[in-house]
């Protein structure tokens, strides 16, 4: 289904739309209508890093975001939460705290924004103030934990060298090592202690809204309103896309029938031999009790999109009469993409093109092996196919050939150019080829009415890809025959075939 076709079942069923989305807008108002209110409070945090050592000491900003994202994470660790819990003295479980807290980290800013949630602003504003104080009180406590663990060895090494001296003689050699070794700790230990570490701290305080954040029935009875209009939209199209297939051949017949239009034959969908054959041979005799069958005759060959199989029933509808014993002529109208010529392995020019414009003969072509089936191929390109369609050339080559010969005509196909429906109203009648398993009901009847508008007369309707029985294959085969009571004898010798078996030519498959 192309943009237009989307487009335009959804107008057509724009109040169907309409009127469901706004059903659902209206259920969400009144379900959100009904919700307790809540209301919100939110405090802004900086971080600051501590800074390198090395280099020129200011931190990157991968340092800066790793470290903001690590205080958010902490901020609703279970420690934290807990500790919050405890500070705010409201009556939570944990798991409920959980769920009234927030914490965001912004990229590249080094900010934390903490939001809390609440039945009534004094709550969340609680809330708030308790995590905040939890997240500083946390972090602080663990850079204490942090530095402690870093200066025990140190405190550890300096403890010995103190008992060390304290054992040597104040005249051994030896004590201004061990005095060195202990001013050197005392140093280091000096620097650790005032190293630099992250800082957490309050930029905005806890501020709760005086409104309550929700429940807000009216905005969000719009957003789902817009949500549901693209949602039904998308249903309606899906809806008519599924409607419009064809579930089934009976449904397809049904369709045909309820526009008079019967099925003069049914080719099937794959493989070839007696099926084939037999399809094509329906075909021609259906026709022929129709006296369409013989000199005089016209046959357009239609199909409402491309690919249904026009061009492969042409040819061996053609076929068919020509094996048949009735001089047959097969003239490719498409002369937007004609693909006789190069099935039959033809030249394309001169042809119907020439013709239509009389400038040229009408130069029909023969089919080696077929004496009774001429083709005239489509010829040259024309800047203005259909008006070649509509003109006078046509109906005069038409009538020509159809002197001493049945005609059988290509078209394009029928939706995409008007050139199908002119060629019908000029042959004597059309057939329709259908794809049982491509066609979409629309497409059929769009078609349909073209055709009617166009005045031609229908014979009837060609299933293409059709589901066959094989019995057909299996009837003619040799079998045995009873003699006697119950006796089993063999078959009765088959007649001898005639030296010319006029039907005996595999049709032609193409995909048309």
């Known amino acids: 289904m192309g943009i237009a076709d989307h487009l335009s079942v959804i107008w057509q069923r724009r109040w169907q739309v309409l009127g469901a989305s706004l059903a659902v807008a209206m259920a969400v108002y009144v379900w959100r209508s009904q919700g307790a209110d809540v209301y919100e409070a939110r405090s802004e945090l900086t971080v600051t890093v501590a800074q390198t050592p090395t280099g020129d000491g200011s931190p990157t900003l991968e340092s800066t975001d790793l470290v903001t994202a690590g205080f958010a994470t902490a901020a609703t660790s279970t420690p934290v939460l807990g500790a919050a819990r405890e500070v705010s003295g409201l009556a939570l479980t944990l798991d409920e705290v959980d769920d009234r807290v927030s914490v965001s980290s912004a990229t590249g800013s080094g900010f934390l924004t903490v939001t809390t949630r609440g039945p009534s602003s004094g709550e969340a504003l609680a809330l708030n103030e308790a995590v905040v104080e939890a997240l500083i009180t946390h972090v602080e406590s663990e850079q204490e934990r942090a530095r402690a663990e870093l200066l025990a060895p140190i405190d550890q090494e300096i403890?010995?060298?103190?008992?060390?001296?304290?054992?040597?003689?104040?005249?051994?050699?030896?004590?201004?090592?061990?005095?060195?070794?202990?001013?050197?700790?005392?140093?280091?230990?000096?620097?650790?202690?005032?190293?630099?570490?992250?800082?957490?701290?309050?930029?905005?305080?806890?501020?709760?809204?005086?409104?309550?954040?929700?429940?807000?029935?009216?905005?969000?009875?719009?957003?789902?309103?817009?949500?549901?209009?693209?949602?039904?939209?998308?249903?309606?199209?899906?809806a008519a896309a599924v409607g419009d297939r064809v579930a089934s051949e009976q449904q397809l017949v049904g369709v045909l029938a309820a526009r008079r239009l019967p099925v003069l034959a049914r080719v099937p969908n794959r493989g070839g031999g007696v099926n084939l054959l037999e399809s094509f041979r329906e075909l021609r005799t259906n026709l022929l009790l129709l006296d369409l069958g013989h000199a005089g005759v016209s046959l357009a060959m239609l199909g409402a999109e491309?690919?249904?199989?026009?061009?492969?029933?042409?040819?061996?509808?053609?076929?068919?009469?020509?094996?048949?014993?009735?001089?047959?002529?097969?003239?490719?109208?498409?002369?937007?993409?004609?693909?006789?010529?190069?099935?039959?392995?033809?030249?394309?020019?001169?042809?119907?093109?020439?013709?239509?414009?009389?400038?040229?003969?009408?130069?029909?072509?023969?089919?080696?092996?077929?004496?009774?089936?001429?083709?005239?191929?489509?010829?040259?390109?024309?800047?203005?196919?259909?008006?070649?369609?509509?003109?006078?050339?046509?109906?005069?080559?038409?009538a020509q050939l159809s002197e001493d010969a049945v005609v059988v005509v290509d078209t394009p196909p029928v939706n995409l150019f008007s050139d199908a429906a002119a060629i019908a109203h000029t042959c004597s009648a059309y057939l329709l080829v259908v794809d049982v398993q491509r066609t979409r009901r629309s497409q059929l009847e769009r078609a349909l009415d073209r055709l009617d508008h166009a005045g031609g007369i229908p014979a009837g309707v060609v299933l293409n890809r059709a589901r066959i029985d094989d019995r057909r294959s299996t009837y003619a085969q040799e079998r045995p025959v009873r003699r006697g009571w119950g006796r089993t004898g063999t078959a009765t010798p088959p007649v001898p075939a005639p030296q010319f078996d006029p039907d005996a030519a595999t049709p032609v498959r193409h995909p048309g």
């Not at 060390?164 to 140093?187: K, M, V, W, Y």
């Not at 719009?222 to 949602?231: F, H, M, Q, S």
């Not at 001169?350 to 414009?357: D, F, I, K, R, Y």
């Open 306 to 398: 491309p690919g249904m199989g026009k061009t492969f029933v042409s040819l061996n509808l053609a076929r068919g009469f020509a094996n048949g014993g009735q001089p047959a002529v097969l003239v490719d109208g498409d002369l937007r993409s004609p693909a006789i010529h190069g099935l039959l392995g033809l030249r394309r020019s001169p042809g119907l093109s020439e013709v239509a414009w009389f400038a040229g003969p009408l130069d029909l072509q023969a089919v080696a092996g077929q004496p009774s089936l001429r083709v005239l191929t489509a010829g040259e390109p024309a800047q203005d196919p259909s008006a070649v369609a509509s003109g006078l050339g046509i109906p005069w080559a038409v």
């Open 159 to 238: 403890a010995d060298l103190r008992e060390e001296l304290a054992d040597l003689d104040r005249s051994d050699p030896s004590r201004e090592g061990f005095l060195g070794q202990l001013t050197a700790l005392l140093q280091v230990r000096s620097e650790r202690q005032i190293q630099p570490e992250h800082r957490i701290d309050v930029l905005n305080p806890s501020s709760a809204e005086p409104d309550p954040v929700a429940p807000r029935p009216r905005r969000d009875a719009l957003l789902e309103l817009v949500v549901a209009l693209v949602v039904n939209a998308e249903l309606a199209v899906v």
